[in-house]
């Protein structure tokens, strides 16, 4: 076996044309942006949503109409904002889709370096993973360019995308899963992690760094900090709009809801003092109290009943915090809110349509005159290039891989997409005029491991989940290489769409989208679609010769 393969692997891991549109009849007040003060930008990114937890989706209805889910405050996004009908992701997982929307660039150009490492040892192809971090001090980002612009820019929640070495244990050992947090020794330990924790997410253009997860709650080190804690989280939204109402200003804030852990005890039943930096004295109180009997109260009160509806109010008392601590400080009127799901969950962590379609809205008051529905084809690497055009930046709009969708927004004359590109792990995909073509590609060393080599990395792979509490995906080294990661068997953020999509061992697929929506059948070896396949080739090497990187098609 390679050795280098799986030291390479698990520290990627660890550091893991005019515009057609709906519109409707709700009135347009304005696509007039308030000249006296730049307006200030909101972006929420939630984490790993389905489509049933939208209310407006066709999912998240029931069979007689009725909404699956308690969720006021997104609800008033799908009736005031606008829903972007026909939204992808590049890379449909955490840390490159975060990647996507703070450099508005494709994860391929990540120049960290244990990314760089890891491109080395898979012969130069470039393999985006929980890997493609934002360097502290040298990469421009929405904080960044923000910032140039007179923005007071503040970063909440969930991180998984700025490279921070002291998280990851360089130059000391990671406190034990078992640690005791009270523990003065180990507290300190938290304390001095996590003040460097800020000052790296500061150093990537942010005024403002707190309440900060640096990994999804089960990765963080310890187990008895573990949980959920949406109060925490909303309380630095609500503390960073006090601080700077009368700034322009950006803020960026991202859950780690509903991504596990989803068990009520560690959810939303957990005690509100538990949080990444150890246990506070006094649980923050931003959102409505008590909060476990509040949510249960209500959801019932509501009629609904299943899994992750608690967590999901929650999630949108967060969202609901927010729009009332803009309107206690008279700015409501003059922000953008945009709502982001990270990408899609049906096939996460694969480029399937499941995993790179995804939900988000666009919010500000009287609406934008495209409606509430913009069906042109937009990507979460548009969301940079888009919000600067809206504060009235134009110099910097081009410098992105993404493209504004502004013009599309107030029903301007819009060219939009012609195509998508789609990056992840060993896999790269293109989709146009209703086709797409998907490639999946290891290094030539990986494909001739003999069986002890594959027992090797299958065994030290599942050691490594389980060193965090987790199981192990596969017992079969013989099985396919997962697409996202290259073990027998498939990662964990792909395994659903491994067990489940057909065809996810061809190397090469063809699919006709309009006809063929689950992707079931592959017609690459179909004579009939020799063009459409040349086509499609060529589009996606056009995208190729532009970044760094090999990819052989």
Known sequence: MKPVFLRTLLLAILTILFIGCKTDKK???????????????????????????????????TNDGKPRNLTPAIDKLA??????ENLTVVSPVCTPSRYNILTGTYASRATNESFEWFTEENDGQTVIQWNSYIIPEKQETMGTYFQKLGYKTGFVGKNHIV???SQVGEGEAMPELQADPTDPKVKAG?????????????????????????????WLGIR?????????????????????????FLLYIATTLPHGPL???????????????????????????????????????????????????????AVGALFKQLEIEGVLDNTIVVFFNDHGQNSKGTLYEG??????????????????????????VDFLPTLLDLVGDTKNIDKFDGSSFKAALQREKYEGRSSSYHELGYARAVVKDGFKYYAVRYPKWATNFTLEQRKDTLAKYSKFRESFGEHAISTDPMAAYGQLEMVPGGGGAENAAYRSMVNFSDPDQLYDLANDPKEEHNLINNPKYTKKLKMLKDELQGYLDTLPGKFEL
Request: hydrophobic share 35%; with cysteine; aromatic share 10%.
């Open 27 to 61: 009135q347009d007040n304005s696509d007039k942006i308030s000249t006296h003060k730049k307006p200030n930008i909101v972006f929420f990114i939630a984490d790993d949503m389905y489509p049933w937890m939208f209310n407006n989706t066709p999912e998240g209805r």
């Open 79 to 84: 009736k005031e904002g606008v829903w972007l």
């Open 163 to 165: 490279d921070s070495a």
């Open 190 to 218: 938290l304390e001095k992690r996590y003040k460097a924790l800020q000052k790296d997410v500061k150093n990537c253009g942010f005024d403002y760094a707190d309440k900060l997860y640096h990994n999804n709650p089960n």
């Open 224 to 248: 008895a900090l573990a949980y959920q804690n949406m109060d925490w989280i909303a309380e630095g939204g609500v503390e960073f709009i006090k601080k700077y109402k009368d700034d322009p």
């Open 263 to 317: 068990d009520p005890e560690h959810s939303w039943k957990a005690d509100r003092k538990i949080t990444p930096k150890g246990i506070l004295e006094k649980a923050p109180n931003v959102l409505p109290q008590p909060p476990v009997e509040s949510l249960q109260k209500r959801i019932k009160e509501a009629g609904l009943e299943g899994q992750n509806k608690e967590n999901l109010l929650w999630l949108d008392d």
């Open 355 to 380: 995993g790179i379609n995804s939900q988000a809205f666009i919010w500000k008051k009287g609406g934008f005159k495209v409606g509430s529905i913009l069906e042109a084809p937009v990507s979460n």
